[in-house]
């Protein structure tokens, strides 16, 4: 899965969140790209990753940005911060990469496990305005809690260890797609139309395969895969 970067106008921000952010959207600032973040991330890990913003108003701007966002998980009309960061001033066309630090926890009112929909907007702490926003998908993968005895579909993986090619079969579900992590939730393989995939290019090591049924079951197993 790739990021999807866009960016998003004024009135569908308008119709995602409440009068209460609306009101802040004026003209001052715009996010034009993610940069640094993962396609995949493991729950309740903390990454570090950065915004490109760009002065889109007609104003000198010195001082710090919230990145406050909103998931398509959480309940309408609430938001979270990545935080405050200081990025000094820039003028009127300039742009910015400003780093922020976050943990990608998992509950009830940020994210889930799966793909989520992200949508980002600056909020300048003084004066306190904004602009376009940005979307991006993430997918978070609980790879500390795989189950290693799951029995809800009968998945063969074989040769392990899989030092020049990885293959998965089953006799009773038909798969649609099997992934490789490496055990940071890097996604380093994924194929849709092959059951067997490549692994000779990969370093040795212990990796999550992950395959997709037909039925929506998501099975998955720790491997040894890779060469010296």
Do not use: C
Not at 3 to 17: E, G, P
Not at 73 to 82: A, D, K, L, R, V
Not at 181 to 187: A, F, I, P, R, T
Request: net charge neutral; glycine share 6%.
């Amino acid at each position: 899965m790739k990021k999807l970067v866009s960016l998003l106008s004024v009135a569908l921000l308008a119709a995602l969140f409440s009068t209460k952010t609306q009101a802040q959207f004026l003209g001052t600032f715009s996010i034009e790209q993610v940069i640094g973040l993962p396609d995949t991330l493991n729950a309740n890990s903390t990454y570090s990753f950065a915004f490109q913003v760009r002065n889109v108003g007609n104003t000198l701007y010195s001082g710090s940005i919230n990145f406050d966002f909103y998931v398509d998980s959480m309940t309408p009309g609430t938001s979270q911060s990545f935080g405050a960061n200081q990025v000094g001033g820039f003028t009127p066309g300039d742009s910015a990469i400003v780093p922020v630090t976050y943990n990608f926890s998992i509950n009830n009112s940020t994210f889930n496990i799966g793909d989520n929909v992200v949508v980002v907007w600056p909020r300048a702490i003084n004066p306190n305005s904004a602009a376009d926003s940005l979307t991006f998908h993430v997918f978070i993968a609980n790879l500390n809690s795989v189950d290693e005895s799951d029995k809800t579909a009968d998945l063969k993986i074989f040769p392990i260890p899989a030092k020049d090619f990885v293959s998965f079969t089953s006799q009773k579900n038909r798969i649609e797609e099997v992934k490789l992590y490496d055990m940071s939730g890097h996604l380093v393989l994924q194929s849709k139309e092959h059951l067997k995939i490549f692994t000779g290019h990969l370093t040795e090591g212990v990796y999550i395969a992950e395959a997709h049924f037909a039925d929506g079951i998501i099975s998955r197993r720790k491997i040894i895969a890779g060469r010296n």
